[in-house]
Nanobody, 128 residues
Framework: QVHVVESGGGLVQAGESLRLSCVVS????????LAWFRQAPGKEREGVAA????????YRSGSVEGRFTVSQDKERNTVYLQMNSLNTEDSAMYYC?????????????????????WGQGTQVTVSS
């Protein structure tokens, strides 16, 4: 059974950085898409960034381009989201998702329905 656990969230001031971690157990990173989503109160869940595990191709939404970086550590079965220059609009619950059908990310990396396993989320709050 796939188990996904996020960590690293917290309260920071605008302009500061955070690094989120997502540990995946019960599933190897040989070939899959690993993604980060976020959801703010009253808003829909949206894709933030993703990485195709086999060759490391990365994808990001326009709102985080140049500020957020997604990476992986296959030996630790962990995916990271480095978030720099945070602003108040980045405040949200952040979720890690795994494509358990082992498909590379591609252009559909931000589609919620393709991910079979999700973590419980880690809260990120950015104060002005």
């Amino acid at each position: 059974q796939v188990h996904v656990v996020e960590s690293g969230g917290g309260l920071v001031q605008a302009g500061e950085s955070l690094r989120l971690s997502c540990v995946v157990s019960g599933f190897t990173f040989t070939e899959t898409c690993l993604a980060w989503f976020r959801q703010a109160p009253g808003k829909e869940r949206e894709g933030v960034a993703a990485i195709s595990s086999r060759y490391g191709a990365t994808y990001r939404s326009g709102s985080v381009e140049g500020r957020f970086t997604v990476s992986q550590d296959k030996e630790r079965n962990t995916v990271y989201l480095q978030m720099n220059s945070l602003n108040t609009e980045d405040s949200a619950m952040y979720y890690c998702a795994v494509d358990t059908l082992r498909r590379p990310c591609g252009t559909s990396w931000g589609k919620i329905g393709r991910f079979g396993s999700w973590g419980q989320g880690t809260q990120v709050t950015v104060s002005s």
